[in-house]
């Protein structure tokens, strides 16, 4: 070959190895092969070995890893040539199987670190360069590994490295709302990816590369199931596929869960009750629990939905969610199972403002849930909208573990069309200040224990990942699995930093795409708050499948089912009085809190509809009707979203051409959605505020009536 063409060659490679089609299967885990050779050429030469010690398959999948991230980074030199005199070496392996200087050279390290945490240190000795990797456990190890990796994904210094790491939260757990018939519920990334059929026997290759992407950012624990529970999933036949499904995900440190539908005792198990403090129900669970356990020991324990929205559950015999709780903590309890029963309940048969009723269920029961129990509650009180207050329920239960449930999946959000990005939205939670304990009192603080010194912490995420080859279906979303994962970790960062990681890890380390994409996604979620539901607007989805506006749904059996319980819109004005002049909903919130919401001249305006009914000609802080400012606010989404485009436009010489253009399309048709919201809304409301829509305002393109008419009875995830 002359020389020419191998430069023409090595140039294509080089330059253009992202543009070449990629389909986003990898993920963040990438490992696209490092441009700038002088930093390729340094980490080349900081890693000359890898030397693994310990043989478990936890660190056989680290040396995997390490093999296919640095080949990928480095290219095919590094480690083809093995040279004589190896003076730079990567160990890695626990305490437990590292030779004695190594851990010498460590300290007191491993004490400052927990069973999951690990160390990342540099060291010379004897005229060596030596990286360590290790951790108490293995699985701290693979964590460190993948951290390892990042630092090269995203250009980082290897030298004098001193890293020390673990998370702040035990339980790291994807929920996924996925039916026995593969079927996802609000699920928008095509069919579930548990292929119940074909297991245990065929175990697809993509079950690993989950667990690979779940372990490279820490979550360990997954629900496979549906929250609404199919009792069928705890009989041999689906048993012995799950224990498949534990066997594949152990190496990663991914504990199975499984949904616990309560009247499995009934359906599956023959017996003529549910109820929490009968005998031969009680007994039922701690043998299902024991044959679960013979399966899998390392199962995790039990999620549960209880009545709520027609689940079955402890209340239908008159018994209580603690006596429900405990019934199935008592049965996984000699196994160390733990149970996360759900706070999202409330009943149609109770007329008091929705967001007010799961408060008094669980906070006066604070203390008598057994030790193994963790209540699940939704970020805000009315059920994943784009913007919600903090749910009243942090900080208010100082004796029982509360974990967090964010929704990954965008059920209310768009579907996996519209590119949101969702860590600022759980940023805006965890950094809310609950003042349960005075000033500073954040959620965060309660989830990772440190609030009420609590032993058993949990966040959990429903799931937004399908059998779409990029896995949810939109390439931006990727980031919303990721970003969910890194807060479950560490629950004080800032989305900034990992729109940044994510970024660099999935496309490149140019500042010409980093910089305005990284913007591009930080805005992104205030974008569709302001198309969908500005200034505390919520709920006005349409029915049933939530997809598209539909403020005018007014005839659903349940009252709270209907967008115009929420909005409350009449001649007078809009918005849910939630203050005690209202439902009163502020007095769940510490004082401190209730009197920021109950007062009109402090309440954040992006709160205001949430807690007050406003009149239509109420003055904005900017001097605005509240008319003119929500007519505006709408509008300000829509030129949002025109500004993604136009910022996404400029990026295709950085992007190969596959996930350029799944993204484009998807932002076009969000651009179309948005429009859509604002003219539907805008068009509704008016008929209340009788005014006209201010200038800036683009005309609607239809008429209410046709918006109106408009239906989608095939719309996914429902
Ligand atoms: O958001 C609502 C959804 C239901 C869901 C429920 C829940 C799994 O509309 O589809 O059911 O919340 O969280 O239990």
Not at 60 to 89: C, H, R, W, Y
Not at 288 to 304: L, T
Not at 501 to 506: A, N, S, V
Not at 647 to 666: F, G, H, P, S
Request: proline content about 5%.
């Amino acid at each position: 070959m002359s020389k020419k063409i191998i430069f023409i060659l090595s140039f294509s490679i080089v330059f253009c190895s992202n543009l070449l089609a990629n389909d986003g299967y990898k993920l963040w885990l990438q490992y696209d092969y490092i441009k700038n050779e002088s930093l390729r050429q340094t980490y080349l030469s900081s890693i000359e070995k890898l030397v693994p010690s310990g043989n478990s398959e936890t660190i056989n999948v680290a040396f995997k890893e390490l093999k296919t991230g640095l080949e990928g980074m480095l290219g095919s030199e590094f480690l083809s040539s093995p040279k004589k005199d190896v003076k730079n070496i990567l160990t890695f392996g626990a305490k437990t199987n590292l030779p004695e200087d190594v851990i010498l050279q460590l300290g007191n390290a491993f004490n400052e670190i927990n069973n999951e945490g690990y160390i990342i240190k540099s060291y010379a000795l004897r005229g060596k360069n030596h990286i360590v990797i290790s951790g108490n456990s293995d699985v701290g190890v693979l964590y460190g590994v993948y951290n390892f990796l990042k630092l090269l994904q995203t250009n980082k210094s290897i030298e004098k490295l001193n890293i020390k790491e673990s998370p702040k939260i035990k339980a790291r757990i994807l929920n996924h709302w996925d039916n026995l018939d593969r079927t996802v519920e609000r699920g928008y990334s095509g069919f579930s990816i548990w292929d119940w059929h074909r297991l245990p026997d065929y175990l697809d290759p993509r079950y690993t590369d989950y667990a690979r992407a779940n372990a490279s950012v820490g979550i360990n624990g997954t629900v496979l199931n549906n929250v609404n529970a199919n009792a069928l999933i705890l009989t041999p036949h689906y048993l012995e596929k799950v224990e498949a499904l534990a066997n594949v995900f152990r190496p990663y440190g991914i504990k199975v869960y499984l949904t616990a539908r309560f009247s499995a005792p009934i359906e599956i198990g023959g017996l003529k009750t549910a109820d929490p403090l009968d005998t031969d129900v009680i007994n039922w669970w701690k043998e299902k629990a024991s044959e679960i356990y013979k399966r899998i020991p390392d199962f995790g324990g039990f999620v549960v939905k209880a009545n709520s929205e027609g689940q079955p559950g402890p209340q239908d015999y008159d018994r209580n969610h603690v006596d429900g709780a405990n019934l199935l903590a008592d049965a996984v309890a000699p196994f160390n199972g733990i149970v996360m029963w759900r706070a999202f309940v409330y009943s149609e048969h109770d007329a008091t403002d929705r967001a007010k009723q799961a408060y008094p269920e669980f906070v006066p029961y604070d203390g008598q849930f057994k030790d193994n129990v963790m209540i699940q509650v939704k970020n805000g009180a009315i059920d994943f909208q784009p913007r919600e207050p903090f749910h009243p329920m942090f900080g208010a239960m100082p004796k029982t573990p509360i974990m967090m449930e964010f929704q990954i999946t965008q059920e209310y959000l768009g579907f996996s069309t519209h590119s949101v990005f969702l860590p600022t939205m759980y940023e805006e939670t965890l950094q809310a200040d609950t003042y349960q304990k005075g000033k500073g009192s954040i959620v965060a603080k309660d989830l990772d224990g440190t609030l009420h010194n609590k032993r058993l912490t949990g966040m959990a995420g429903v799931s937004n990942i399908g059998n779409d080859i990029n896995w949810t279906g939109n390439t931006m979303l990727q980031a919303n699995w990721f970003g969910y994962g890194r807060l479950a970790w560490d629950p004080y960062l800032s989305a900034e930093s990992i729109a940044d990681e994510w970024l660099k890890m999935t496309f490149t380390n140019d500042k010409k795409f980093i910089e305005p994409i990284k913007k591009m996604m930080l805005n992104s979620r205030e974008a569709v708050v302001n198309y969908m539901t500005p200034l505390g607007l919520h709920h006005i989805m349409d029915t049933g499948h939530h997809y598209g506006p539909g403020p005018w749904v007014s005839d659903l059996s349940r009252p709270e089912w209907n967008p115009v319980y929420y909005h409350k819109a009449d001649s007078l004005g809009v918005g849910f009085d939630r203050t005690p002049t209202g439902s009163n909903a502020t007095e769940q919130y510490a004082p401190e809190v209730a009197k920021v919401y109950n007062d009109l001249n402090v309440i954040s305006e992006k709160d205001l509809l949430w807690f007050h009914h406003v009149p239509w000609d109420y003055k904005l802080k900017n001097g605005k009707t509240l008319w003119d400012g929500m007519a505006l606010k709408y509008q300000e989404g829509v030129d949002q979203v025109k500004t993604m485009i136009d910022t996404w436009d400029q990026m295709e010489n950085y992007v190969d051409a596959e996930r350029y253009n799944n993204i484009k399309m998807l932002l076009n048709i969000q651009y179309k959605e948005a429009k859509w919201w604002r003219d539907a809304c805008l068009l509704y409301f008016q008929q209340y505020s009788k005014m006209p829509l201010p200038q800036g305002v683009e005309k609607p393109t239809q008429t209410l009536e046709y918006f109106q008419s408009l239906k989608f009875p095939f719309a996914p995830g429902n």
